[in-house]
Structure formats: structure tokens, C-alpha cells
């Protein structure tokens, strides 16, 4: 018998399709997934996926963002600093602070990756992650179900 986080999965419906990422959305479950599809996706369509994001956001009201970065080797700390400092804010306003992460299982990813949220904070003072509820887990029915 399959768990219901598992079927959950099968809910979400392709939205959008790059080169480099996909989105998918449930609306009844609030639910928007953004999947890395490559190893790197260049800053103008990262932005790109984003901003259509965010329209998905809006039209459907999503409260839960995933971001499945599992396919990813590449950190790129100007794409993460426009990531928080600038769409996440904006989605803030929009009602959306909960998000959750699939990172890869990549030690030097996961180091550079906090090693540029310090630098973030450190450059930007003003920003803080306390008011989203961020939480890296391992599978995608994890992600759904937390």
C-alpha cells in the first residue's frame, strides 16, 4: 500500500519547463516544486524560473515551496543572493515563508552553501532567516509531508 506522501507526488502538475528546471504545482495542496533538472542553471533563467514562480505563487495562493536542488553541482552565490535577498522577500509579502530543500548529498555544495548564507548575512544585516521556516530534508515525501 503506498503512503499518502507518496500520491501526493503524483498530484503535482507540470507548470513550467526549461532547458535547466521545471515547476510544478499543486493548488488544493498550496504546494509549488521547483526542480533543478541539470547541474547548473545560468542566473537569467534561475531568475526567470522564479519570477514565473512567483506568478504560480500568486495565482494559486501556494503556501509551501520546494526546491529540489538534488541535481545541482554547481553553488552560485549571486543566484542565492538574489534567491533570499530579493524573490524570497517578495514571496514574504505574498504570504509564502515556508520553504523546504532537497540538497544534493555533496559535502563541498552543502559548505559552500553556508559558507555564502554567512556571507549574505554579514553584507546584509537587515535580512534574516528567522522568519521563514526553512528546512532541508532528504526526499521529496518528506518535503510534502513537513
Not at 501526493?8 to 521545471?22: F, V
Not at 495542496?29 to 533543478?36: I, M, Y
Not at 542553471?41 to 538534488?70: H, V, W
Request: glycine letters at 2%; aromatic letters at 12%; hydrophobic letters at 40%.
Amino acid at each position: 500500500m503506498a503512503s499518502s506522501s507518496v500520491i501526493l507526488t503524483h498530484q503535482l502538475e507540470e507548470q513550467y519547463a526549461s532547458k535547466h528546471a521545471t515547476l510544478s504545482c499543486n493548488a488544493e495542496l498550496k504546494v509549488l516544486l521547483c526542480t533543478a533538472t541539470s547541474a547548473y542553471i545560468p542566473m537569467a533563467e534561475f531568475m526567470d524560473l522564479f519570477d514565473k514562480a512567483g506568478e504560480l505563487i500568486s495565482t494559486n495562493q501556494l503556501t509551501k515551496c520546494i526546491y529540489d536542488e538534488r541535481k545541482l553541482v554547481a553553488f552560485h552565490m549571486p543566484s542565492m543572493e538574489w534567491f533570499y535577498l530579493v524573490w524570497m522577500e517578495r514571496m514574504y509579502k505574498k504570504g509564502l515563508s515556508t520553504y523546504r530543500r532537497l540538497l544534493p548529498d555533496d559535502k563541498y555544495f552543502e559548505q559552500q552553501m553556508n559558507r555564502g548564507k554567512k556571507k549574505l548575512l554579514q553584507e546584509n544585516p537587515w535580512f534574516s532567516f528567522d522568519k521563514f521556516d526553512i528546512v532541508h530534508c532528504k526526499t521529496l515525501e518528506e518535503a510534502l509531508s513537513r
